[in-house]
């Protein structure tokens, strides 16, 4: 039987503080929180493995060490309200939950979200509201956001979606490269009204559904 409790403080060790992840609350809230609650049973055994985990239907719960600096990077403050992208069955969204005041977990897959919600239930978890919808467009019923994190990678973030960061918002996203490329981890930042990004670091990150751009025409 899996030690879990082993496990993630071998994740915290291994993966997590060799790779800059030095956030006190945030490697607090990971080495507490059972990241093995938020995958389907025949995978748990690998919860804490340094890779992407699949929750079935083509989506992945991101590997520990590109989440944890994704969420580093998004600077999470207490009064913050934050936006999680493809929340899955809802582990980005309760790590979020420990750091800020606030969670609007958008799934559009009605199936990961009934899950990630009885999950975040069962674990007593509050703070995070449950939405399905369209990732693309976000959630702007709760907007703005001062962090939004997208969990997946995406040819490009929609304007939809930039629109509905709070001034001084950051958004955090693993940005897919060509065909065969590897993606890279942005950040971007609302100043001024105007969001701009910069690299952070690569990225193999398994792509989110609906985020292809839109069709140039050619003449």
Same mark, same amino acid.
């Given at each position: 039987?899996?030690?879990?409790?082993?496990?993630? +403080?071998n994740m915290v060790e291994g993966q997590l503080r060799p790779n800059r992840v030095t956030n006190a609350a945030l490697l607090a809230?990971?080495?507490?929180?059972? +990241?093995?609650?938020?995958? /389907?049973?025949?995978?748990?055994?690998?919860?804490?493995?340094? $890779?992407?985990? *699949?929750?079935?239907?083509g989506r992945y719960l991101m590997e520990p060490m590109v989440l944890a600096r994704l969420i580093q990077t998004l600077q999470p403050? /207490?009064?913050?309200?934050?936006?999680?992208?493809?929340?899955? +069955? !809802?582990?980005?969204?309760?790590?979020?939950?420990?750091?800020?005041?606030?969670?609007?977990?958008?799934?559009?897959? /009605?199936?990961?979200?009934?899950?990630? $919600?009885?999950?975040? +239930?069962?674990? !007593?978890?509050? !703070? =995070?509201?449950?939405?399905?919808?369209?990732?693309?467009?976000?959630? *702007?019923?709760?907007? %703005?956001?001062?962090? =939004?994190? =997208? $969990?997946?990678a995406v040819r490009q973030v929609p304007q939809a979606v930039f629109d509905q960061l709070a001034e001084g918002g950051r958004l955090?996203?693993?940005?897919? !490269?060509?065909?065969?490329?590897?993606?890279?981890?942005?950040?971007? =930042?609302?100043?001024?009204?105007?969001?701009?990004?910069? /690299?952070?670091?690569?990225?193999?990150? *398994? %792509?989110?559904?609906?985020?292809?751009?839109?069709?140039?025409?050619?003449?």
């Amino acid at each position: 039987m899996t030690d879990f409790a082993l496990a993630r +403080r071998n994740m915290v060790e291994g993966q997590l503080r060799p790779n800059r992840v030095t956030n006190a609350a945030l490697l607090a809230a990971v080495g507490e929180l059972p +990241r093995e609650k938020f995958l /389907p049973e025949a995978v748990r055994s690998v919860a804490y493995a340094d $890779e992407d985990v *699949p929750l079935g239907g083509g989506r992945y719960l991101m590997e520990p060490m590109v989440l944890a600096r994704l969420i580093q990077t998004l600077q999470p403050q /207490p009064e913050d309200r934050a936006l999680v992208v493809g929340a899955g +069955r !809802g582990y980005g969204a309760a790590l979020l939950a420990r750091l800020v005041k606030a969670v609007t977990a958008l799934e559009s897959d /009605p199936a990961l979200a009934a899950a990630g $919600e009885q999950t975040t +239930r069962d674990l !007593g978890l509050t !703070g =995070i509201q449950w939405v399905t919808g369209k990732l693309e467009q976000g959630g *702007p019923g709760s907007a %703005p956001y001062d962090v =939004i994190l =997208i $969990e997946g990678a995406v040819r490009q973030v929609p304007q939809a979606v930039f629109d509905q960061l709070a001034e001084g918002g950051r958004l955090a996203v693993t940005v897919s !490269g060509t065909s065969g490329a590897m993606g890279v981890a942005q950040i971007f =930042i609302k100043d001024g009204g105007v969001t701009s990004g910069r /690299p952070l670091f690569e990225a193999g990150t *398994p %792509p989110l559904p609906g985020f292809a751009p839109p069709p140039r025409f050619t003449f």
